[in-house]
C-alpha cells in the first residue's frame, strides 16, 4: 500500500512516500504549501492509495474559533486542500503530539524514555509527556492550551523586537551571551508563571505576545532572561516525569526541541537525551506515518488508557 505522510497547510509543507511499511521517499521545508511539481514527480513511486495528515484538523479548527483565529473550518480543511494538489485518494489523520512522540520508532537509542513534546500549540495540547517502552506509547501528562511554552518563547522573540517563527536562532544566539537581568527574570515570573510541580502553566494567553511589557530592556537581556527561565520551566518538567517513571532517558521533541540551550541543559543534569533530526512540524510528515503504522499493527496503547495525570 502506498502511503503519503503530509504536513503543512500553513508552514513546514513537508512530505514522505513509503510503500508497504518501507520509506522511499522524504522532503522538508518550511513553506506554506507543498510544491506542486514535486506532487507531480512523487507519483513515479505509484498513486497515493493513502494520505495521513500530521494533526486532527477538525479539533484544530475547534481551537482556533476558541481563540478567534479567523477562518478555522477553511483553513482547516484537508480535503479541499488535498484535491488542490491533485491528490483524490482517502486521508486519515493522528494526533499532533502523537506525531511528534512517534519519532521514538525511528531510534534504536532507547527502548524505555521519557518522551517530552513542547511546541507552540498542538491541537489543543502544548506539552504533552509520553512513556515509551516496549515499542508502546502512553501519554502520562499534558498541558493545555494557551498555556504554551512556545508561545512564550515566541513573545519574547517579539518583546525583542525580532519576528516570531522566524528569528528564534538569532534570539537563542543573543541568549548566548548570558547577560540575565535578575530584575527581569523576577518581573517574568511574577508576571507570567504559576507555580505548579510540573506544568507549564501561565497567568496570562501569549498567543498575541505581551504588547511591549518588557520594552525597557534591551534585546540582550531579554534574550538571555527569556533563554534561562524557558530552560527552567522545561527542566522542571523533565525532572518531574525522570522522578515519577523512574527512567533518565529523555526524548525532546516539537518545535522546542530544536533550542541548543535547553538540550545542552538536559544533558548537564545527567539526563541521557536523544532529538530527532526534525522535531517539529516537518518532521511529522514522516513521524505520523510511523504513528499510524503501529495503530495497524496494534502495537500503540490509546492515550485515554494512559493514566492522565491531570
Given amino acids: 500500500m502506498i502511503i503519503w505522510g503530509m504536513s503543512g497547510k500553513g508552514h513546514d509543507a513537508s512530505i514522505t512516500v513509503w510503500d508497504s511499511g518501507t520509506l522511499y521517499h522524504e522532503s522538508y521545508s518550511r513553506e506554506s504549501r507543498h510544491n506542486q511539481d514535486e506532487i507531480y514527480g512523487l507519483l513515479k513511486y505509484g498513486d497515493p492509495e493513502l ?19 479567523p477562518n478555522p473550518i477553511k483553513r482547516n480543511n ?3 486542500y488535498l484535491k488542490s494538489l491533485g ?3 482517502k486521508w486519515t489523520y493522528v494526533q499532533h503530539h ?12 532507547f527502548d524505555e524514555a521519557v518522551i517530552v513534546v513542547i511546541d507552540s500549540i498542538g491541537e489543543w495540547d502544548c506539552t504533552s509527556v509520553w512513556h515509551a517502552k516496549d515499542k508502546k506509547l ?21 518583546e525583542a523586537g525580532m519576528t516570531p517563527q522566524k528569528d528564534e536562532a538569532t534570539f537563542e ?4 551571551v548570558g547577560m540575565i537581568n535578575d530584575r527581569l527574570l523576577s518581573d517574568m515570573k511574577h508576571d507570567l508563571l504559576i507555580a505548579h510541580p510540573w506544568r507549564p502553566v501561565f497567568a496570562r494567553s501569549m498567543h498575541r505576545g505581551l504588547g511591549g511589557l518588557y520594552e525597557q530592556y534591551n534585546q540582550i537581556e531579554i534574550a538571555s532572561t527569556a533563554q534561562h527561565l524557558f530552560e527552567e520551566i522545561i527542566m522542571n518538567t523533565v ?7 523512574k527512567c533518565k532517558n529523555v526524548i525532546l521533541s516539537g518545535g522546542c526541541a530544536f533550542n541548543k540551550g535547553i538540550r545542552s541543559r538536559i544533558k548537564e543534569n545527567g539526563y541521557r537525551l536523544w532529538v530527532p533530526n526534525n522535531p517539529g512540524d516537518g518532521g511529522s510528515a514522516k513521524s505520523c506515518v510511523l504513528a499510524y503504522l503501529r495503530k495497524k499493527t496494534s502495537f500503540d496503547v490509546p492515550a485515554n488508557q494512559g493514566g492522565l495525570n491531570t
Fill in 51 to 69: 494520505v495521513i495528515w500530521y494533526e486532527n484538523p477538525y479539533t484544530k479548527a475547534l481551537r482556533q474559533w476558541y481563540a478567534r483565529q
Fill in 78 to 80: 484537508v480535503t479541499a
Fill in 87 to 89: 491528490i483524490n485518494c
Fill in 98 to 109: 502523537e506525531a511528534h512522540a512517534a519519532h521514538y520508532y525511528d531510534q534504536d537509542t
Fill in 138 to 158: 502512553v501519554k502520562v501528562g499534558q498541558q493545555r492550551y494557551p498555556d504554551s511554552v512556545g508561545l512564550f518563547y515566541s513573545s519574547m522573540v517579539k
Fill in 173 to 176: 544566539s543573543l541568549a548566548s
Fill in 239 to 245: 525532572k518531574y516525569w525522570t522522578k515519577d517513571l
